[in-house]
Structure formats: C-alpha cells, structure tokens
Nanobody, 119 residues
C-alpha cells in the first residue's frame, strides 16, 4: 500500500505565494508521473501540473507562468510552488502518483490540502 500526504495549504492573500508538498511512502519500487489536481466548490477536479518520470512538466493554461512543479525523487516528494495567487485558485489541492511496486502499477491519491486565496 502507498500513502500520499499533502501539506502546505492555508489562507493566503491575493498576490501571495504558497508551497505545497506531497510525500509518498509505502510499497514503492518506482514512481512514474506525479501530478497536482485541484477541485473548487461546485466544480470538477482539474489537472493543474504534471511532472513525468522523464523530467518533463506540463501545466494547465490557468496556472502557466505562476505555478512551478518540482520533484525530489530520493524523498518521493513532489512540490507545487504557487505564486501570484488569485481568488480563483481557491480549491482543495490533491496530489497523485503513478507507482510501480514489483509487477503492479497503480495510481494513488492524497486526501488533499485546502488553499484559500482572499481578495
């Protein structure tokens, strides 16, 4: 079994910054892609950023130039640096990891961390 634990959420003023972390632990041989999603009240969960095992990154158009995803493989941790935050960024942020253990490969999710941006 694999656990993902997010941290770093909280209340921040518009224009401010916040750094989220997500640490994976448990039965892990390797981690492929790690991603950040978010879900605002009344909206569907959306993909925010991806960090592939090959090192490439992708971002939702709404966060390009403001958010940066990074990864520390020895720590099985992914980060999301969020700058120039807007009220529209208010959401629960979830991380996911595509994990391989022996011959099994599964997607795991964290429980989420709330980010609230005040205007």
């Amino acid at each position: 079994q694999v656990q993902l634990v997010e941290s770093g959420g909280g209340l921040v003023q518009a224009g401010g910054s916040r750094r989220l972390s997500c640490a994976a632990s448990g039965s892990i041989s390797s981690i492929n892609a790690m991603e950040w999603y978010r879900q605002a009240p009344g909206k569907q969960r959306e993909l925010v950023a991806t960090f592939s095992s090959g090192g490439s990154t992708n971002y939702a158009d709404s966060v390009k130039g403001r958010f940066t995803i990074s990864r520390d493989d020895p720590k099985n941790t992914v980060y999301l640096q969020m700058n120039s935050l807007k009220p529209d960024d208010t959401a629960v942020y979830y991380c996911s990891a595509d994990v391989t253990y022996r011959w099994n490969r599964n997607i795991y999710w964290g429980r989420g961390t709330q980010v609230t941006v005040s205007s």
